[in-house]
C-alpha cells in the first residue's frame, strides 16, 4: 500500500503536503520508529513524543539554511527518517548503519555529533553569534532552533547559555519540549515551576487580552510613568506564564499542544519573524501512540530489542558471544545498589546520589528503602559531586552512582571539591568501558585517566559482583576518595578464587604459568582468563593471569615480578591509552628502570569507537578472550600486536 511517506525523500518533499497531510504522515513515522526500533532497540518514548515536533519544525524553516540543533539528540529519529535517511533507518545503532544521535557524517542536516545533555542551547548561541558576524542577516535571514527537554534545560549549562543569550540579545530560538519526565519524572523546583506554568493559559492567547488590560489603567497615574511601568511589568509577570524564561531576557510563548502539527506550524510562523531570544514551551507526550511506551515512558527510554505477542512486550535477548563465562543476568548496577542497601542497614552515614538515573544505575531498591537518605539531583552531575563533598564534610559517607562519560563534565569539581579536601566519597561508575550500540558519546573511556591525576584517590576496578561488593565495604572503610569502575554487561558468574576482602593496593593472581603473562583491569580480566584457556587447551601454551583490581595505588610487587618473570606481558583494560591502567603500569616500570619492550598494550585506540554491539567493539579491537590470546602468539613468534601497530 502506497504511502504519504514513500514519497518523502527530504524536507522539501514535506512543505508540498498540507496540514491536515502532515497529521497522517506523523502517524506513519511512528509506526515506522516502533517497527524499526523493536528491532534495533534504542531511545523509543523520546522519539515517539516529538514526531509533531519535528515534522512541523521542517515545514516552517527550511535547516539547510537555517540551523536545527538537537540537545542529547536521542529524540532524532523522524529527524532522520524525513531527512533523507528513511530507507536506511532500518540500520539504526547497527555496526555500519545510522547512528542514535545526530552525526554529522550522516548528513549535512545534522550539525554536531552529541549525546550529553545540556549542550544544545550554548551550540545553538555560538551559531547565532557566528551568523550575525556572517554577511545573512535581516528579516529573511537564517534561524536557528534549539529543541531541549525539561529534563535537560535545568542541567546548568542551559542556563548559563540562557543568561548568555538573553543579554547577548541573539537572534535564537528554543523550543522547550516538556513531557515532564527525565528518564524518570523530572525533579527539581524548575520541574515545580514548570507544572504550574502547564496548567496556564497560552501566553500567545493572552497578549491581546494583557494589552487590553493595561491599556484601561486609570488616567490619575499616567503621569507617574515610572510607577505606572513597574506595575505594569509586575502584572505582565504574574499573568504570563514563563515569567522566568522572560527574566533572563527571551521571549516565551506557550504551553502550546506540541502533539498538534496545526498548532505547532501556526505558532513556528508567527514566531520564526521575531528577532531576539524566543522560547517556544510546547507540552508532549512520552511515549506517545505506543500503549506500552506511553504507560511507561521509563521502560522505553532506552529499549533493547522487543516484540508483541498478545498486547505484551516481550524482550529479546541479544545473541551471546561463544566461549563466555556463564552470566547472572544481574547487573553491575544492581549489586552496587544491593549491597549499599545492606551496608545502609548498619551505617547510617551511608547516603546516596544518582544525576537523574536511580534506574539505569541500580539505585531504585536503595532509594525505595531509603528515601530520606537518597538524592537525585537531576541532570546535574557537577552539582551531584560538589553535594557529595558537602555531605561528607557534614560527616555522612556519600556515594554518586553515575556514568562514566556523564561523569566528565565533573572533572574540576573532583578535583576542587573532592580531591582538594580529601573527602572520604565513593564514585561508583557505570559504563566503563565500551558501551556497545550507543557508540562514542557513551563510550567511558577516561575516567581512570581522571581519577588518577587526583591526589588521594583510589582507583579500582572489579572482575566479578562479589569483587565489586568487596571492593564497596573496602572504600567505605577507607575514609579517603575512592572510585570504582565497571562495565555495561552481564556480571560473570563468580570463579574459584572469587569472595574474600579486598585490601587496597592489592592484585590477585588468578592463574600462574611460565610462557607468558596478563595483567588485567576490571572487565578485562573474564577476557583474559578466556585467552589463557584457549592458549592452554589450544597452543599448549601456560600463561599467567592477573586480576589487578587497582590503577592507583598500583600493586608495585606483584607488577614488578610479573614483569620480570615472563618473556610477554599484555596489560589488559577497555580504557583510552592516555593515562589509564596500563599508562600507570608503564609509568611504574620507567620509574623503577625496567625494561618494557616485552610489554605490550591491550587497550581502546586513540581514536572514537563507532556504535556496534559491544561483542562487535571488543572482538574488533582484540580486546575479548581470542583476540587477547592471538597478541600474546604474536608477542611470542616476536611480532608486535595488532593494537601497537596501530
Ligand atoms: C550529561 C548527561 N547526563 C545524563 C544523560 C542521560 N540522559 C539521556 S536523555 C536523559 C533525559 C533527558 O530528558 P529530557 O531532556 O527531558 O528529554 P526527553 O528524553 O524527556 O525528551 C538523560 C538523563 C546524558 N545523556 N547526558
Known sequence: MSSLLDSINSPQDLRRLTVPQLESLADEVRRLIVEVVSNTGGH????????????????????????????VSHQCYAHK??????????????????????????????????????????????????????????????????????????????????????????DLMVVLNDNKMSI???????ARYL???????????????????LGKWPPALEGVEDIVHRVREGIQSALTPGGLFAELGFHYFGPIDGNSVEELVSSLRHLRPIRGPVLLHVLTEKGRGFTPA????????????????????????????SGQPAESARTYGEIVGETLAELASTDSRIVAITAAMPQGTGLSAFADRFPDRFYDVGICEQHGVGLAGGLSAGGLRPVLCVYSTFLQRAFDQLFHDIALQAAPVLFCIDRAGLVGNDGPTHHGCHDVALFRSLPGFVVMAPRDGEELAAMIRAALKAGRPCAIRYPKEDVPSPDAAS?????IGKAQVLRTGSEAAIVAYGSSVRRAMEAARLLDEGDGLSITVVDARFAKPLDEEAILSVVAGHRAVVLAEEHAPAGGFASAV????????????HVSRAGLPDRFVNHASRDEQLASLQLDGPGLAERIRLMLRGTPGRADRR
Open 81 to 170: 527518517i524525513l531527512t533523507g535517511r528513511r530507507e536506511a533507518f532500518h540500520t539504526l545503532r547497527q555496526a555500519g548503519g545510522l547512528s542514535g544521535f545526530t552525526n554529522t557524517g550522516e548528513s549535512p542536516y545534522d550539525l554536531f555529533n552529541f549525546g550529553h545533555t545540556g549542550t544544545s542551547v550554548s551550540a545553538a548561541l555560538g551559531l547565532a553569534c557566528a551568523l550575525r558576524r556572517g554577511s545573512a542577516k535581516g528579516e529573511d535571514g537564517p534561524r536557528v532552533v534549539a529543541v531541549i527537554g525539561d529534563g535537560a534545560i535545568a542541567s546548568g549549562m542551559p542556563f548559563e547559555a540562557m543568561n548568555h543569550a538573553g543579554e547577548a540579545g541573539a
Open 184 to 190: 524518570s519524572r523530572s525533579v527539581g523546583a524548575l
Open 294 to 321: 506511553s504507560a511507561d515512558p521509563v521502560r522505553f527510554h532506552s529499549s533493547g530489542r522487543f516484540e508483541m505477542r498478545d498486547g505484551m512486550v516481550i524482550v529479546r535477548e541479544a545473541p551471546k558471544a
Open 499 to 503: 569472595g574474600g576482602e579486598v585490601a
Open 195 to 213: 507544572d504550574k506554568v502547564r496548567s496556564s493559559r497560552p501566553y500567545l492567547g493572552m497578549k491581546h487580552e494583557l494589552r487590553e488590560l
Open 44 to 71: 523509543l518514548s523520546s522519539n515517539l513524543g516529538v514526531v509533531e515536533l519535528t515534522i512541523a519544525l521542517h515545514y516552517c524553516f527550511d535547516f539547510l539554511k537555517d540551523r536545527l540543533v538537537w540537545d
Open 586 to 597: 608503564l609509568e611504574l616500570l620507567a620509574e623503577r628502570g625496567v625494561g618494557a619492550a
